[in-house]
Protein backbone atom coordinates (compact mmCIF):
# COMPACT_ATOMS: atom_id res chain seq x y z
CA UNK A 1 0.00 0.00 0.00
CA UNK A 2 1.48 3.48 -0.89
CA UNK A 3 0.83 6.52 1.39
CA UNK A 4 -1.53 7.96 -1.05
CA UNK A 5 -3.71 4.88 -0.72
CA UNK A 6 -3.02 5.07 3.12
CA UNK A 7 -3.68 8.85 3.36
CA UNK A 8 -6.97 7.91 1.72
CA UNK A 9 -8.13 5.45 4.35
CA UNK A 10 -7.09 7.04 7.42
CA UNK A 11 -8.85 10.30 6.24
CA UNK A 12 -11.77 8.26 7.29
CA UNK A 13 -10.18 7.41 10.83
CA UNK A 14 -12.10 9.38 13.86
CA UNK A 15 -9.66 10.89 15.13
CA UNK A 16 -11.35 9.50 18.89
CA UNK A 17 -10.49 6.15 17.89
CA UNK A 18 -13.47 5.06 17.40
CA UNK A 19 -12.71 2.84 14.43
CA UNK A 20 -9.59 1.20 15.72
CA UNK A 21 -11.42 -1.81 16.02
CA UNK A 22 -12.20 -2.19 12.14
CA UNK A 23 -9.99 -4.20 10.19
CA UNK A 24 -10.65 -1.63 6.85
CA UNK A 25 -7.83 1.06 8.96
CA UNK A 26 -5.91 -2.05 10.27
CA UNK A 27 -2.92 -2.13 7.13
CA UNK A 28 -2.99 2.07 6.42
CA UNK A 29 -2.27 2.09 10.70
CA UNK A 30 0.76 0.08 11.38
CA UNK A 31 1.69 1.75 7.66
CA UNK A 32 1.32 4.79 10.14
CA UNK A 33 3.73 3.53 12.51
CA UNK A 34 6.63 2.57 10.08
CA UNK A 35 6.46 5.55 7.77
CA UNK A 36 7.66 9.03 9.83
CA UNK A 37 6.48 10.75 7.13
CA UNK A 38 3.14 9.09 7.31
CA UNK A 39 2.98 9.25 10.81
CA UNK A 40 3.62 12.89 10.90
CA UNK A 41 0.79 13.52 8.73
CA UNK A 42 -1.36 11.41 10.59
CA UNK A 43 -1.13 13.19 13.86
CA UNK A 44 -1.68 16.25 12.02
CA UNK A 45 -4.67 15.27 10.61
CA UNK A 46 -6.16 13.35 13.99
CA UNK A 47 -4.77 16.93 15.85
CA UNK A 48 -7.65 18.71 13.06
CA UNK A 49 -10.71 16.04 14.00
CA UNK A 50 -9.75 17.81 17.58
CA UNK A 51 -10.11 20.95 16.84
CA UNK A 52 -12.76 20.44 14.49
CA UNK A 53 -14.95 18.04 16.78
CA UNK A 54 -14.38 21.18 19.59
CA UNK A 55 -15.25 23.80 16.96
CA UNK A 56 -18.46 21.89 16.42
CA UNK A 57 -19.29 20.94 20.05
CA UNK A 58 -19.33 24.59 20.62
CA UNK A 59 -22.22 25.20 18.36
CA UNK A 60 -25.40 24.85 21.18
CA UNK A 61 -28.81 24.75 20.22
CA UNK A 62 -31.86 27.16 20.89
CA UNK A 63 -31.86 26.63 24.92
CA UNK A 64 -35.58 26.30 24.21
CA UNK A 65 -35.16 23.60 21.49
CA UNK A 66 -35.43 20.71 23.70
CA UNK A 67 -38.16 21.73 25.56
CA UNK A 68 -39.93 21.97 22.42
CA UNK A 69 -38.84 19.07 21.13
CA UNK A 70 -40.11 16.91 24.42
CA UNK A 71 -43.08 18.78 24.48
CA UNK A 72 -44.28 18.05 20.55
CA UNK A 73 -43.21 14.45 21.54
CA UNK A 74 -46.15 14.67 24.39
CA UNK A 75 -48.84 15.86 21.99
CA UNK A 76 -47.19 13.85 18.62
CA UNK A 77 -47.06 9.81 20.64
CA UNK A 78 -45.16 7.19 18.62
CA UNK A 79 -47.90 4.82 17.02
CA UNK A 80 -48.70 1.91 19.34
CA UNK A 81 -47.54 -1.68 18.32
CA UNK A 82 -49.41 -2.85 15.91
CA UNK A 83 -51.01 -6.24 15.35
CA UNK A 84 -51.00 -8.57 12.31
CA UNK A 85 -54.53 -6.77 11.38
CA UNK A 86 -53.30 -3.32 11.50
CA UNK A 87 -50.27 -3.92 9.16
CA UNK A 88 -49.42 -2.35 5.81
CA UNK A 89 -50.54 -5.06 3.99
CA UNK A 90 -54.19 -5.45 5.42
CA UNK A 91 -54.49 -1.77 5.72
CA UNK A 92 -53.96 -1.22 2.12
CA UNK A 93 -55.97 -3.58 1.78
CA UNK A 94 -59.06 -2.64 3.92
CA UNK A 95 -58.40 1.31 2.66
CA UNK A 96 -59.11 -0.16 -1.09
CA UNK A 97 -62.55 -1.61 0.09
CA UNK A 98 -63.20 1.54 1.97
CA UNK A 99 -62.71 3.46 -0.85
CA UNK A 100 -64.59 1.50 -3.06
CA UNK A 101 -67.39 1.64 -0.52
CA UNK A 102 -67.19 5.07 -0.38
CA UNK A 103 -66.95 5.62 -3.97
CA UNK A 104 -70.24 3.76 -4.34
CA UNK A 105 -71.78 5.24 -1.37
CA UNK A 106 -71.08 8.62 -2.65
CA UNK A 107 -73.64 8.26 -5.73
CA UNK A 108 -76.28 6.71 -3.45
CA UNK A 109 -75.83 9.03 -0.68
CA UNK A 110 -75.26 12.40 -1.19
CA UNK A 111 -72.46 13.80 1.47
CA UNK A 112 -72.88 16.32 3.77
CA UNK A 113 -70.66 18.35 6.69
CA UNK A 114 -73.22 18.63 9.68
CA UNK A 115 -72.80 21.97 11.35
CA UNK A 116 -70.20 22.39 14.41
CA UNK A 117 -71.60 23.42 18.16
CA UNK A 118 -69.13 25.26 19.64
CA UNK A 119 -69.40 23.06 22.47
CA UNK A 120 -68.86 20.13 20.08
CA UNK A 121 -65.49 21.95 19.23
CA UNK A 122 -64.35 22.17 22.67
CA UNK A 123 -65.69 18.84 23.76
CA UNK A 124 -63.51 17.41 20.85
CA UNK A 125 -60.53 19.04 22.07
CA UNK A 126 -61.20 18.52 24.98
CA UNK A 127 -61.44 14.55 24.55
CA UNK A 128 -58.18 15.20 21.96
CA UNK A 129 -56.21 16.28 25.04
CA UNK A 130 -57.22 14.12 28.09
CA UNK A 131 -56.72 11.21 25.32
CA UNK A 132 -53.68 11.99 24.40
CA UNK A 133 -54.33 11.73 20.92
CA UNK A 134 -53.16 14.98 19.59
CA UNK A 135 -50.78 14.56 17.18
CA UNK A 136 -48.53 17.06 15.29
CA UNK A 137 -48.98 16.95 11.17
CA UNK A 138 -45.67 19.58 10.83
CA UNK A 139 -43.36 20.08 13.79
CA UNK A 140 -41.87 23.65 12.77
CA UNK A 141 -41.47 27.13 14.29
CA UNK A 142 -41.76 28.99 11.13
CA UNK A 143 -45.73 31.00 10.69
CA UNK A 144 -45.24 30.78 6.88
CA UNK A 145 -44.28 27.01 7.04
CA UNK A 146 -47.11 26.21 9.27
CA UNK A 147 -49.37 28.29 7.01
CA UNK A 148 -48.50 26.34 3.90
CA UNK A 149 -48.96 23.12 5.38
CA UNK A 150 -52.18 23.93 6.67
CA UNK A 151 -53.18 25.35 3.51
CA UNK A 152 -52.25 22.25 1.69
CA UNK A 153 -54.25 19.90 3.92
CA UNK A 154 -57.33 21.98 3.32
CA UNK A 155 -57.90 23.82 6.87
CA UNK A 156 -58.20 27.50 7.03
CA UNK A 157 -54.90 29.47 6.92
CA UNK A 158 -55.43 32.74 6.14
CA UNK A 159 -55.87 34.42 9.73
CA UNK A 160 -53.86 36.20 12.40
CA UNK A 161 -52.69 34.81 15.72
CA UNK A 162 -54.28 37.13 18.45
CA UNK A 163 -51.27 39.24 19.63
CA UNK A 164 -51.10 37.56 22.32
CA UNK A 165 -49.42 34.35 20.74
CA UNK A 166 -47.69 36.36 17.81
CA UNK A 167 -44.81 36.30 19.84
CA UNK A 168 -44.71 32.85 21.45
CA UNK A 169 -42.79 30.22 20.02
CA UNK A 170 -44.81 27.92 17.59
CA UNK A 171 -44.31 24.05 18.02
CA UNK A 172 -46.22 22.86 14.91
CA UNK A 173 -49.84 22.25 13.88
CA UNK A 174 -52.24 19.88 12.42
CA UNK A 175 -55.98 19.95 10.71
CA UNK A 176 -58.55 18.14 12.90
CA UNK A 177 -62.06 17.18 10.88
CA UNK A 178 -64.74 17.81 13.12
CA UNK A 179 -67.96 16.65 11.54
CA UNK A 180 -66.23 16.55 7.94
CA UNK A 181 -65.12 19.82 8.81
CA UNK A 182 -61.88 21.45 8.55
CA UNK A 183 -60.43 22.86 11.89
CA UNK A 184 -57.25 24.30 11.92
CA UNK A 185 -54.48 23.42 15.09
CA UNK A 186 -51.37 25.28 15.65
CA UNK A 187 -49.51 24.40 18.97
CA UNK A 188 -47.92 27.39 20.69
CA UNK A 189 -44.97 27.06 23.65
CA UNK A 190 -45.87 29.22 26.20
CA UNK A 191 -43.00 29.53 28.68
CA UNK A 192 -41.21 26.36 30.21
CA UNK A 193 -43.37 23.30 29.33
CA UNK A 194 -46.49 24.93 28.94
CA UNK A 195 -48.57 24.33 25.97
CA UNK A 196 -51.76 26.39 24.11
CA UNK A 197 -53.37 25.15 21.46
CA UNK A 198 -55.20 27.66 18.58
CA UNK A 199 -58.22 26.18 16.75
CA UNK A 200 -58.84 28.35 13.95
CA UNK A 201 -62.85 27.59 12.13
CA UNK A 202 -64.60 28.33 9.40
CA UNK A 203 -67.11 30.60 10.79
CA UNK A 204 -69.88 29.24 8.49
CA UNK A 205 -69.70 25.75 9.72
CA UNK A 206 -70.80 26.66 13.22
CA UNK A 207 -73.92 26.65 14.29
CA UNK A 208 -73.50 29.32 17.11
CA UNK A 209 -70.19 31.49 16.45
CA UNK A 210 -69.47 34.20 19.19
CA UNK A 211 -70.07 37.06 18.52
CA UNK A 212 -67.85 39.71 17.12
CA UNK A 213 -65.59 41.53 19.00
CA UNK A 214 -66.75 39.53 22.41
CA UNK A 215 -64.36 37.04 23.64
CA UNK A 216 -65.79 34.09 25.95
CA UNK A 217 -64.51 32.44 28.30
CA UNK A 218 -65.38 28.20 28.55
CA UNK A 219 -64.04 26.09 31.88
CA UNK A 220 -64.47 22.15 30.98
CA UNK A 221 -62.58 20.67 33.89
CA UNK A 222 -58.86 21.35 34.23
CA UNK A 223 -59.32 22.41 30.18
CA UNK A 224 -59.96 25.99 29.43
CA UNK A 225 -60.74 27.90 26.41
CA UNK A 226 -61.56 31.06 25.15
CA UNK A 227 -62.68 31.73 21.99
CA UNK A 228 -63.93 34.96 19.47
CA UNK A 229 -65.25 35.78 16.04
CA UNK A 230 -63.34 37.78 13.72
CA UNK A 231 -64.01 38.03 10.08
CA UNK A 232 -64.79 34.70 8.61
CA UNK A 233 -62.38 32.98 11.23
CA UNK A 234 -63.92 31.62 14.61
CA UNK A 235 -60.46 31.66 17.16
CA UNK A 236 -60.44 28.83 20.27
CA UNK A 237 -57.41 28.76 22.54
CA UNK A 238 -57.21 25.81 24.46
CA UNK A 239 -54.97 25.42 27.20
CA UNK A 240 -54.93 23.67 30.71
CA UNK A 241 -55.77 25.96 34.28
CA UNK A 242 -58.37 28.51 35.35
CA UNK A 243 -59.87 30.07 31.53
CA UNK A 244 -58.96 33.67 33.28
CA UNK A 245 -55.58 32.92 32.27
CA UNK A 246 -56.32 32.22 28.58
CA UNK A 247 -56.80 36.09 28.36
CA UNK A 248 -53.21 36.76 28.27
CA UNK A 249 -53.20 35.28 24.98
CA UNK A 250 -56.07 37.57 23.46
CA UNK B 1 -35.36 3.91 24.26
CA UNK B 2 -38.14 5.70 24.01
CA UNK B 3 -39.08 8.81 21.99
CA UNK B 4 -37.69 11.56 25.29
CA UNK B 5 -34.54 9.37 25.31
CA UNK B 6 -33.76 9.42 21.50
CA UNK B 7 -34.61 13.10 21.71
CA UNK B 8 -31.90 14.17 24.83
CA UNK B 9 -29.59 11.71 23.24
CA UNK B 10 -29.35 12.89 19.76
CA UNK B 11 -30.71 16.36 19.21
CA UNK B 12 -27.99 17.95 19.76
CA UNK B 13 -26.09 16.64 16.65
CA UNK B 14 -29.21 16.80 14.67
CA UNK B 15 -29.24 20.49 14.94
CA UNK B 16 -25.46 20.56 14.16
CA UNK B 17 -25.66 18.90 11.74
CA UNK B 18 -28.66 20.89 10.07
CA UNK B 19 -27.51 24.19 10.87
CA UNK B 20 -24.15 23.05 8.80
CA UNK B 21 -26.10 22.10 6.11
CA UNK B 22 -28.60 25.23 6.45
CA UNK B 23 -26.04 27.49 7.57
CA UNK B 24 -29.39 29.16 9.46
CA UNK B 25 -30.09 28.43 13.22
CA UNK B 26 -33.74 29.14 12.66
CA UNK B 27 -33.70 26.38 9.67
CA UNK B 28 -31.15 24.23 11.41
CA UNK B 29 -34.22 23.80 14.63
CA UNK B 30 -36.92 23.66 11.97
CA UNK B 31 -34.92 20.86 10.69
CA UNK B 32 -34.46 19.19 13.91
CA UNK B 33 -37.81 19.09 14.74
CA UNK B 34 -39.32 18.37 11.84
CA UNK B 35 -36.95 15.28 11.74
CA UNK B 36 -38.53 14.10 14.72
CA UNK B 37 -42.03 15.17 13.58
CA UNK B 38 -41.12 12.43 10.65
CA UNK B 39 -39.93 10.08 13.67
CA UNK B 40 -42.72 9.85 15.33
CA UNK B 41 -45.11 9.21 12.82
CA UNK B 42 -42.64 6.10 10.86
CA UNK B 43 -40.09 5.20 13.70
CA UNK B 44 -41.76 1.43 14.33
CA UNK B 45 -40.04 1.00 11.07
CA UNK B 46 -36.62 1.16 12.49
CA UNK B 47 -36.78 -1.92 14.29
CA UNK B 48 -33.26 -2.40 15.15
CA UNK B 49 -32.33 0.25 17.89
CA UNK B 50 -28.70 0.36 16.57
CA UNK B 51 -30.06 2.17 13.68
CA UNK B 52 -32.14 4.96 14.90
CA UNK B 53 -29.07 7.63 14.54
CA UNK B 54 -28.46 7.02 11.34
CA UNK B 55 -32.27 6.96 10.45
CA UNK B 56 -32.52 9.96 12.28
CA UNK B 57 -29.63 11.92 10.75
CA UNK B 58 -30.33 10.10 6.99
CA UNK B 59 -33.74 11.33 7.44
CA UNK B 60 -32.76 15.09 8.54
CA UNK B 61 -30.57 14.97 4.90
CA UNK B 62 -33.41 13.88 2.92
CA UNK B 63 -35.45 16.43 4.77
CA UNK B 64 -32.75 19.12 3.84
CA UNK B 65 -32.48 17.95 0.15
CA UNK B 66 -36.51 17.92 0.23
CA UNK B 67 -36.78 21.04 1.07
CA UNK B 68 -34.17 22.46 -1.23
CA UNK B 69 -35.53 20.91 -3.92
CA UNK B 70 -38.93 22.53 -3.46
CA UNK B 71 -37.05 25.72 -4.39
CA UNK B 72 -37.03 26.76 -0.64
CA UNK B 73 -33.43 27.49 -0.66
CA UNK B 74 -32.36 28.08 3.11
CA UNK B 75 -30.80 31.56 3.46
CA UNK B 76 -27.18 32.37 4.26
CA UNK B 77 -25.89 33.36 7.27
CA UNK B 78 -24.98 36.76 5.67
CA UNK B 79 -28.37 37.16 4.37
CA UNK B 80 -29.71 40.22 5.37
CA UNK B 81 -33.40 38.53 6.66
CA UNK B 82 -30.99 36.61 9.24
CA UNK B 83 -31.17 37.44 12.57
CA UNK B 84 -29.15 35.69 15.34
CA UNK B 85 -31.59 34.79 18.46
CA UNK B 86 -30.27 36.36 21.45
CA UNK B 87 -30.17 32.95 23.21
CA UNK B 88 -27.83 31.87 20.16
CA UNK B 89 -25.93 35.37 20.55
CA UNK B 90 -24.66 34.19 23.99
CA UNK B 91 -23.26 31.07 23.14
CA UNK B 92 -21.49 32.95 20.73
CA UNK B 93 -19.68 34.85 23.49
CA UNK B 94 -18.91 31.86 25.16
CA UNK B 95 -17.29 30.21 22.10
CA UNK B 96 -13.23 30.76 21.56
CA UNK B 97 -12.26 33.09 18.43
CA UNK B 98 -10.87 29.74 17.19
CA UNK B 99 -13.67 27.96 17.51
CA UNK B 100 -15.74 30.31 15.67
CA UNK B 101 -13.42 31.12 12.63
CA UNK B 102 -13.06 26.76 12.32
CA UNK B 103 -16.96 27.32 11.91
CA UNK B 104 -16.75 29.77 9.40
CA UNK B 105 -14.51 27.87 7.39
CA UNK B 106 -16.60 24.75 7.55
CA UNK B 107 -19.56 26.49 6.98
CA UNK B 108 -17.99 28.59 3.45
CA UNK B 109 -17.47 25.17 2.02
CA UNK B 110 -19.34 23.69 -0.81
CA UNK B 111 -22.10 21.76 0.16
CA UNK B 112 -20.85 18.33 -0.83
CA UNK B 113 -17.76 18.84 1.30
CA UNK B 114 -19.36 20.86 4.26
CA UNK B 115 -22.08 17.86 4.97
CA UNK B 116 -19.39 14.92 4.68
CA UNK B 117 -17.28 17.20 7.27
CA UNK B 118 -19.58 17.81 9.36
CA UNK B 119 -21.06 14.07 9.34
CA UNK B 120 -17.31 13.04 10.02
CA UNK B 121 -16.03 15.29 12.62
CA UNK B 122 -19.24 15.00 14.74
CA UNK B 123 -17.49 11.76 15.64
CA UNK B 124 -20.97 10.47 16.04
CA UNK B 125 -20.40 7.58 12.46
CA UNK B 126 -18.50 5.47 10.86
CA UNK B 127 -17.65 5.70 7.34
CA UNK B 128 -20.38 3.20 6.98
CA UNK B 129 -22.51 5.06 8.56
CA UNK B 130 -22.48 7.65 6.83
CA UNK B 131 -22.46 6.06 3.32
CA UNK B 132 -25.77 5.13 4.36
CA UNK B 133 -27.16 8.63 5.09
CA UNK B 134 -25.48 10.19 1.97
CA UNK B 135 -26.23 7.64 0.09
CA UNK B 136 -23.40 7.23 -1.35
CA UNK B 137 -20.93 4.03 -1.86
CA UNK B 138 -18.03 3.52 1.44
CA UNK B 139 -15.47 3.91 -1.77
CA UNK B 140 -16.95 7.42 -2.30
CA UNK B 141 -17.35 8.02 1.02
CA UNK B 142 -13.21 7.86 1.60
CA UNK B 143 -12.09 9.57 -1.67
CA UNK B 144 -14.63 12.62 -0.94
CA UNK B 145 -13.70 12.74 2.98
CA UNK B 146 -10.17 13.08 1.63
CA UNK B 147 -10.97 15.81 -1.50
CA UNK B 148 -12.60 17.86 1.20
CA UNK B 149 -10.28 17.77 3.86
CA UNK B 150 -7.79 18.67 1.44
CA UNK B 151 -10.83 21.73 0.92
CA UNK B 152 -10.73 22.49 4.45
CA UNK B 153 -7.09 22.70 5.07
CA UNK B 154 -6.46 25.10 1.81
CA UNK B 155 -9.05 27.41 3.42
CA UNK B 156 -7.73 27.17 7.06
CA UNK B 157 -4.19 27.87 5.24
CA UNK B 158 -5.64 31.09 3.26
CA UNK B 159 -7.38 32.33 6.76
CA UNK B 160 -3.91 31.27 8.84
CA UNK B 161 -2.01 34.01 6.46
CA UNK B 162 -4.71 36.46 6.22
CA UNK B 163 -5.10 36.73 10.00
CA UNK B 164 -1.16 37.06 9.93
CA UNK B 165 -1.65 33.64 12.16
CA UNK B 166 1.65 31.30 11.71
CA UNK B 167 0.76 27.58 11.75
CA UNK B 168 3.06 25.60 13.56
CA UNK B 169 4.03 21.91 12.24
CA UNK B 170 2.43 19.19 14.83
CA UNK B 171 6.03 17.51 14.98
CA UNK B 172 7.60 20.86 16.47
CA UNK B 173 4.97 20.91 19.68
CA UNK B 174 5.74 17.28 20.30
CA UNK B 175 9.73 17.99 20.22
CA UNK B 176 9.37 20.86 22.74
CA UNK B 177 9.39 18.43 26.15
CA UNK B 178 12.38 17.05 24.34
CA UNK B 179 13.84 20.48 23.73
CA UNK B 180 13.20 21.90 27.07
CA UNK B 181 14.61 18.77 29.12
Not at chain 1, 159 to 178: E, K, T
Not at chain 2, 120 to 134: G, R, T, V
Not at chain 2, 152 to 165: E, F, P, T, W
Request: proline share 4%.
Amino acid sequence: MDNDRAKMILSAYRSDGADASDPIFAEALAQAQRDPELARWFAEERALGERMHAALQSERPPVDLKDSLLLAAKVSRMPAHRSWWARPVWLAAAAAAIVLFAGLAFFALKPDRAPMTLAGVTSEMARLQREDRISLGAMTSDPVQIQRWLKEHDGPSDFAAPAGLANQMRIGCQVLDINGNKVSLVCFQVGGQQMVHLLVIDRRRLSDPPVVGKPILLQEGELAFATWTEGDRTYVIAGRGRAESLRQWL
Amino acid sequence: MDFEDIISRYYEDLYRFAFSLARNRDEASDLTQQTYAVYAEKGRQVRDASKVKSWLFTTLYREFLRLRERGRRLVSMDDENTEVPEQVAASDTERSAEHGELLDILTSLDDGHREILTLFYLQQHAYKDIAEILEVPIGTVMSRLSRAKDALRKKLDAASQQNGITVIPIDSIQKRPEQNG
